[in-house]
């Protein structure tokens, strides 16, 4: 059989982005798992009124479960599909929050009790009308790191804090 030089392109191009596809795969799966790391791991942090605070980002574990990563051919999303994942990743503006959404959260991240509860409720809420929430960042750390160490550009990141996806084509 003759050598046919289009056929041979054809097959060199498929094994070139099949390869690329996994190396792809596999950067996608160390962001994520990088991120959910970020998310379970205490770390040192600053709230907007100055006061440092040791804590771990999720509390009920919802944001971690929420996690993906959607593989296409030659595209890859991370996805959080809690719906304050973005509020989490980039903070917020100044909102109106009202307090008893947010005593439950104050008796499970906090440790507080009783009337304690609800005080720290109110305050919190009116800091948050006030002054919005510090951005936590759990997925831009690692897709930065993959960008700094030269494995990925930032060109070919898509971030978008609406859907809160993050695409690496």
Avoid at 123 to 135: S, V
Wanted: avoid cysteine; hydrophobic fraction near 35%.
């Amino acid at each position: 059989m003759p050598f046919d030089e289009n056929e041979f392109k054809s097959e060199a191009w498929d094994e070139i982005k099949e390869q690329l596809d996994k190396e792809m795969d596999d950067m996608a799966d160390a962001i994520f798992e990088i991120s959910q790391e970020n998310l379970v791991e205490p770390k040192l942090r600053e709230k907007k009124s100055g006061t440092k605070v040791f804590s771990a980002i999720t509390d009920t574990g919802w944001l971690l479960a929420s996690g993906e990563v959607i593989k296409e051919p030659l595209k890859k999303t991370i996805s959080y599909k809690a719906p304050y994942s973005a509020d989490i990743e980039f903070g917020t503006d100044p909102h109106y929050v009202n307090p008893s959404d947010l005593e439950a959260w104050a008796r499970r991240k906090l440790g507080l009790r009783g009337s304690e509860v609800i005080t720290a409720a109110k305050r919190i809420a009116a800091f948050i009308t006030n002054h919005g929430t510090n951005p936590q960042p759990f997925l831009r750390p690692p897709i930065n790191k993959f960008i700094a160490e030269g494995k990925l550009k930032y060109e070919n990141v898509q971030i978008n804090n609406r859907n809160d996806t993050e695409n690496i084509e």
